[in-house]
């Protein structure tokens, strides 16, 4: 099913980074029958690999893309494991007080904020992005608080409201995976690890929440890695 086929004319801008959450965030908006633009950043992520993931899921679902680099925000935004090579990614699970580290200060503000303006160019009333629960504790701009008050935000930032959905905000990187696996996604389609390298790393944050989600699906993630420390396996 392409966009032209669904001939709907409901417009949706999702934020499309090329991880798993995003990955499933649109599929979802794609099954509820929105004409999708997808929209994905350069904004200096070690992990810049994810954008090739990205580009060719939208090339192959014919879903226009942009790809949008903002590396400039990183003479005033800085301090993260994600954009700097001075700081080490963090390892261990992702819930650990170490993974702030990859913290990209009001990045979601950024994103959101230009989001909201290409949609309202577009005429599009809607930005999906892919927030979720186990987020919350780790990146301020993933709380649900944070979403409420951009949406007040951008219900009014225009004559035409824009709505901000974020499908998942209350789900796990689990239940995503779960919602993920019932549409029939092939996940070997998109990248999570905090490394760009060849293959995921199996051991940052990113790469051990992820594996953790495949197994207590009782799933095998299709990706290639370097180490399955998560799983107790060695690739």
Known sequence: MTNKETGSSKKAVVIYSGGMDSFTVLH???QQGYELFALSFNYGQRHSKELEYAARVC??????????????????????????DEIAVPEGHYAEE???ATVVPNRNMILLSLATGYALSIGADKVF?????????IYPDCRPEFVEAVNKVTQICDWTPVTIEAPYLYASKIEILRDGLAMGLDYGQTWTCYNGREHACGKCGSCAERLEAF???NATDPLAYETREAQGESA
């Open 59 to 84: 090339e192959q679902l014919q879903i226009p893309h942009k790809v949008v680099d903002i590396t400039a925000i990183n003479q005033l935004v800085g301090g993260s494991a994600l954009t700097s």
């Open 215 to 217: 197994t207590l699906n």
């Open 28 to 30: 979802k908006a794609r």
């Open 129 to 137: 992005y892919g927030a979720h629960s186990g987020d919350h504790t």
């Open 98 to 100: 170490n993974m702030k």
